[in-house]
């Protein structure tokens, strides 16, 4: 399936409303998702917040703020199709838990789509992959026991075809992991600047 098709469908999904896996989604689905045959860097994060939920563009929030500064570049370039695609493991907002948190990503789009999503860029030499359920999918059994080692062991995936490259995620509530791990500032951040910089 063409990239230009699959947005298309991905787009119109309607799959965790009308073929749930457990409780339907509890809003209108919007899929939030770029996809690509040009780009060589993937961001493959969780699910969209609501506020991505209500601009239908990816990392409009200070998250993404953080993530371009770790990267290095500007809206212009992140936003780009051409550049950069940005494929989450949820395209839908997932809604809240109990304590007002956002759900994880719906199961729905990673057993539905992603297989298909990478299948059909080639093209990519870069995956970010933020956060722990974007890390299970591309990495698998090479995932380390939680998220801090699994960055921490960096240098075991940077090398594959494609590069993978797992990061925090950038969202402001992670500000006191970064504090007590500085050597995320100071060894990855320069490789993921540079890499990308190749890149573009």
């Known amino acids: 399936m063409s990239v230009s098709t699959l947005s298309t469908a991905i787009k119109a999904c309607r799959i965790c409303v009308e073929e749930p896996i457990g409780t339907p989604l509890p809003h209108e689905p919007n899929p939030v998702c770029i996809i690509s045959s040009k780009a060589r860097i993937c961001i493959c994060g969780q699910a969209p917040g609501m506020r991505v939920h ?6 409009t929030d200070p998250s993404g703020e953080r993530l371009r500064d ?3 570049i500007e809206e212009q370039d992140f936003y780009d199709a051409d550049k950069l695609a940005i494929v989450p493991m949820g395209f839908c907002f997932p809604g809240y838990d109990a304590k007002g ?7 729905e789009c990673r057993m539905h789509w992603h297989d298909r999503v990478f299948s059909a860029m080639p093209q990519i030499e870069l995956i970010l992959v933020v956060g722990q359920y974007a890390q299970a999918y591309h990495l698998g059994a090479a995932r380390k026991s939680n998220m801090t080692k699994t960055v921490q062991a960096w240098r075991d995936y940077i090398d594959e075809k494609p ?31 540079k890499r990308v910089q190749d890149l573009l």
């Open 54 to 59: 209500k601009s239908g563009k990816p990392f």
């Open 70 to 72: 770790w990267m290095g």
């Open 101 to 107: 948190g956002d759900l994880p990503p719906r199961k």
């Open 163 to 193: 590069a993978i490259l797992p990061l925090p995620h950038p969202s402001w509530r992670n500000s006191g992991w970064l504090k007590r791990n500085p050597w995320f500032a100071e060894d990855v951040l320069p490789v993921l600047k």
